[in-house]
């Protein structure tokens, strides 16, 4: 029997951080590890997951970086590691796991790079040093996975690389935990799900359902799960506007309590100003939401633009919000039919069983 190939894994591993935040990444490593992947794979783990957010004082990251680095840069002059599997956000997380790469391609190292952010694309927009970085550290790569076409376009683009060193890898899930719905009775529960932070669009959400709260009362309420630096200033808000009846705040909601949530909404609401490829987004179709979300990151390469799943609107638009969310509390029906979609469309295509598959060939591709 072949030596199964060992590889360093760099990315989110905990159950939670220390605050109790979770995320996508957190949740694409973790059902990547539960798969059968791990059969076939001797994996060495490096977690990276952040600790809480907002992000703990920047000498507190800086060290904690210096620290995984020095552990990186160990594991890649072990002769029996054949590689690295990285997984990165944007910005601070980039600036790290782009030193990785560099220090795994200096020592002759197998890479493989997994960009998983809009918040890159922002880095590339805003600065061109750190443009330059990321060209610079994506052309060290054997392969960049991608989680859509559209971002293989951003990064081939930005890199001049032929199309061998690209691989589409779309997220995955683990359909199991999630159940299918059942037609919605009002009132509608709608769901928030992530971060709270300016570039989620949570602020234009609340400002749509403040301009709605007249017609959407006794028809529709806002669960909103998840934290951030705006989640004071939210609740003071939300209070001072007299909201409460209309949006309850639930902070982090994790495995069953998460699951619950999920069953128990009907259309999820996704305002993003950028965007990777939310793993809330496949969640929520897996358990038959009907979705309402931006044109960002992969989001529309997802839904399509038949709007036989959701709705796709304008990102930092809360009068698209505003659109979407009523013309759908007014139709049950419809959302029932698109949650039903949703789910059909998320096993066909992006389950777990094919694509830890993808990633093992990628992997043993030496």
Request: one cysteine or more; a neutral charge.
């Amino acid at each position: 029997m072949a030596a199964k190939p060992r590889i360093v894994f760099v990315g989110a591993f905990k159950t939670q951080a220390a605050d109790g935040t979770v995320g996508g990444q957190l949740y694409a490593c973790r059902t990547l590890l539960a798969s059968p992947l791990s059969d076939h794979i001797d994996w060495v783990l490096l977690d990276t997951t952040m600790e809480s957010l907002p992000p703990p004082p920047l000498w507190r990251r800086a060290w904690l970086a210096i620290k995984r680095l020095l552990i990186f840069t160990r594991h890649m002059l072990t002769p029996s590691i054949d590689g690295a599997l990285i997984f990165t956000s944007g910005r601070f997380s980039f600036l790290e796991k782009g030193t990785m790469v560099q220090i795994a391609a200096l020592l002759g190292k197998r890479v493989v790079l997994f960009p998983r952010s809009g918040l890159i694309l922002d880095d590339i927009q805003r600065s061109a040093r750190r443009k330059r970085f990321v060209r610079n550290v994506m052309r060290r790569c054997d392969v960049i996975l991608c989680q859509s076409d559209s971002w293989k376009g951003i990064f081939q683009d930005l890199t001049g690389l032929p199309d061998e060193r690209f691989q589409i890898r779309p997220n995955w899930i683990d359909l199991a935990p999630y159940a299918a719905q059942t037609t919605p009775q009002p009132p509608i529960q709608l769901l928030y799900m992530g971060w709270l932070e300016p570039h989620k669009g949570i602020w234009e959400l609340v400002q749509a359902i403040e301009a709605q709260q007249e017609t959407l009362r006794g028809q529709a309420t806002l669960a909103v799960c998840g934290s951030g630096a705006l989640d004071a200033e939210l609740r003071t808000y939300i209070a001072e506007q007299n909201l409460q009846d209309l949006i309850e705040f639930r902070g982090w909601v994790t495995g069953p309590e998460k699951q619950a949530v999920l069953a128990e909404s009907d259309v999820l609401v996704l305002p993003s100003h950028l965007e990777g490829f939310p793993n809330i987004l496949l969640e929520s179709m897996a358990s038959g939401l009907a979705i309402i979300a931006t044109r960002v990151g992969a989001i529309p390469e997802v839904l399509g633009d038949r709007n036989e799943i959701g709705v796709l609107i304008d990102a930092k638009s809360s009068a698209d919000i505003e659109r979407a969310i009523v013309n759908l509390v007014k139709q049950p029906t419809q959302i029932a039919q698109m949650g039903t979609t949703a789910r059909n469309w998320v096993e066909a295509r992006y389950s777990i069983d094919g694509a830890w598959r993808q990633m093992l060939e990628i992997l043993n591709n030496s």
